[in-house]
């Protein structure tokens, strides 16, 4: 498998660690591979013009609306002309 080094501030490797933590990641490399990849598919579904996500808790059944626009100058999305 290839390799890559990172080199990451003391703030974003804390996170890093962090999120390792609360998701029982086997290591950093699959926390990041998995973030990754979750906004590789967010990007897919930017491309097809949605902004907006609503989440479910299916526990309470509480919904949230998390707006995935602040993603597009992240992925250097070109900004959709509206009406």
């Known amino acids: ?8 501030d ?4 804390e996170n890093l660690k962090q999120m390792t933590r ?11 591979r998995n973030a990754i990849n979750g906004v590789h598919v967010l990007g897919e579904i ?3 013009g949605y902004t907006t ?9 509480k919904e949230e609306t998390v707006v ?4 597009r100058d992240f992925l250097k999305f070109p900004e959709k002309k509206r009406g």
């Open 22 to 32: 609360e998701t029982d990641s086997k290591s950093m490399a699959e926390t990041l």
């Open 10 to 13: 003391a703030s974003t490797l």
């Open 68 to 71: 995935i626009e602040a993603l």
């Open 53 to 61: 996500l609503i989440v479910r808790n299916p526990d309470t059944q």
């Open 46 to 48: 930017m491309k097809r």
């Open 1 to 8: 498998m290839p390799r890559a080094v990172f080199t990451f």
